[in-house]
């Protein structure tokens, strides 16, 4: 059985070392996927 990831938050910046990037989702999530289902996409 393989492993297919079906979740994914690409971020616009490093949350890392700037985690207030989180506060704002729907500026900061350039892509935002649950269960397989694109939610956001801003790189089109």
């Known amino acids: 059985m393989k492993f297919i990831p079906r979740n994914l938050l690409l971020v616009d910046g490093d949350p890392i070392a700037h985690i207030d990037l989180i506060a704002d989702p729907a500026k900061n ?9 694109i939610y956001k996409n801003s790189l089109k």
């Open 29 to 37: 999530f350039t892509v935002i996927m649950k269960d397989g289902k």
